[in-house]
């Protein structure tokens, strides 16, 4: 298991290690191997993708592109799973506007990207109580 950061942005105040960290403990919880790539970045590339693959002109604050919906490639050997866009500043947005740390918000967007990544959704009820379920665990194992 791998996990590569990139980042275009100065501050974002959660070390490579902590990220590393999360979204391979996520991944070994879920019994997923493969790498992920997460990009921190700032509103204007958020809102650019959000445009483009999404048809939504305004930033939001995470977005993950799974390579392949081929779930038993994914749970064979070591895969490029997908790339995880996290947006810094509408994180920190969200966090003072829910009145939680940034770390937690952080967090709790990068378990997000990294569960739609390995397949999990909440498009419906039933998938989103379970996917929403499985991520407040896993923060709560992560902070």
Do not use: W
């Amino acid at each position: 298991m791998e996990c590569l950061v990139f980042s275009s942005v100065q501050r974002v105040e959660f070390s490579r290690k902590k990220i590393e960290h999360v979204v391979l403990f996520v991944l070994k919880q879920v019994k997923i191997n493969g790498s992920v790539s997460v990009h921190l970045i700032g509103d204007k590339k958020m809102r650019s993708l959000n445009a483009t693959y999404r048809g939504k002109d305004s930033t939001t604050d995470v977005l993950s592109f799974a390579m392949g919906d081929n779930k038993e490639r994914i749970y064979g050997g070591e895969d490029e799973l997908g790339d995880i866009f996290i947006s810094i500043p509408q994180i920190r947005r969200q966090a003072s506007t829910y009145r939680v740390p940034y770390a937690q918000e952080f967090t709790r967007m990068l378990v997000h990207g990294v569960l739609h990544i390995v397949g999990f959704d909440h498009i419906h009820e039933t998938d989103a109580q379970k996917m929403f379920s499985l991520q407040e665990h896993l923060i709560t194992e992560c902070i």
